[in-house]
Nanobody, 124 residues
Framework: VQLQASGGGLVQAGDSLRLSCAAS????????MGWFRQAPGKGRDFVVA????????YYSDSVKGRFTISRDNAKNTVYLQMNSLKPDDTAVYYC??????????????????WGQGTQVTVSS
């Protein structure tokens, strides 16, 4: 599957953004979907993941309560709604798909398919 992320931009602290990850084919019931982010000079960090069925979602502590992952199966698109953005959220955001076990959702090395990344910059 090919993934294309979009929706990033420059916003102020407290603003919201919605990222989109458009897949070339169905992801529902096929792939574990995740969002990761990478700030300059840092590794790729887990943000959120959704199970294949969409019934379960898992968030990093740093975004819990502010970010929400969702999926539109008709559009083969996964979304990341980001509210109450902080300067620490500044990073390149990547969507990814994995055929692996749900228990591996935090591990970026186990995701096989990646989007190209979209820059999110939050000014203070």
């Amino acid at each position: 599957v090919q993934l294309q992320a979009s929706g990033g931009g420059l916003v102020q602290a407290g603003d919201s953004l919605r990222l989109s990850c458009a897949a070339s084919g169905p992801t529902n019931n096929r792939y574990l979907m995740g969002w990761f982010r990478q700030a300059p000079g840092k590794g790729r960090d887990f943000v959120v993941a959704m199970s294949r069925s969409g019934s379960s979602s898992y968030y990093s502590d740093s975004v819990k309560g502010r970010f929400t992952i969702s999926r539109d199966n008709a559009k083969n698109t996964v979304y990341l709604q980001m509210n109450s953005l902080k300067p620490d959220d500044t990073a390149v955001y990547y969507c990814a798909a994995s055929s692996g076990a749900l228990s591996t959702y935090r591990n970026p090395s186990l995701y096989r398919y990646w989007g190209q990344g979209t820059q999110v910059t939050v000014s203070s």
